[in-house]
C-alpha cells in the first residue's frame, strides 16, 4: 500500500504562483512514473504532468512553459510548481503513483484562481 498526501492548494490571483507537493509512504519502492491529475466542476478529470522514475516530464499543452513537474526520490516526494496562473487552472488536483499493477491516489488539494 501507498499513501499520497498533497499539499500546497489555495486560492491565487492570475499571474500568481503556487507550489503543491504530494508526499508518499509505505510500500513506495515500487512507485515508478509519477503525476499530477486535475479535475474542474463538469468535467473529466485530466492529466497535467507526469514525470518517469528516470526524471523524464510529459505536459498537457495548456500548461506548458508555466508549470514544472518534479520529484526528490529521497523523500518520496513529487512537486508541481505552477506559475502564471489562469482562471481556467481552477480544480481540484490529485496526486498520482504508478506502483505497475495498482496506481495510488492522494485526496487531492483545491486550486482557485481568480480572475
Known amino acids: 500500500q501507498v499513501q499520497l498526501l498533497e499539499s500546497g492548494g489555495g486560492l491565487v490571483q492570475a499571474g500568481g504562483s503556487l507550489r503543491l507537493s504530494c508526499a508518499a509512504s509505505g510500500d513506495t519502492i515500487c512507485i515508478s512514473a509519477m503525476g499530477w491529475y486535475r479535475q474542474a466542476p463538469g468535467k473529466e478529470r485530466e492529466l497535467v504532468a507526469a514525470i518517469t522514475s528516470g526524471g523524464s516530464t510529459n505536459y498537457t499543452d495548456s500548461v506548458k512553459g508555466r508549470f514544472t513537474i518534479s520529484r526528490d526520490n529521497a523523500k518520496n516526494t513529487l512537486y508541481l510548481q505552477m506559475n502564471s496562473l489562469k482562471p481556467e487552472d481552477t480544480a481540484v488536483y490529485y496526486c498520482?503513483?504508478?506502483?505497475?499493477?495498482?496506481?495510488?491516489w492522494g485526496q487531492g488539494t483545491q486550486v482557485t484562481v481568480s480572475s
Open positions: 498520482n503513483a504508478d506502483c505497475g499493477w495498482q496506481d495510488y
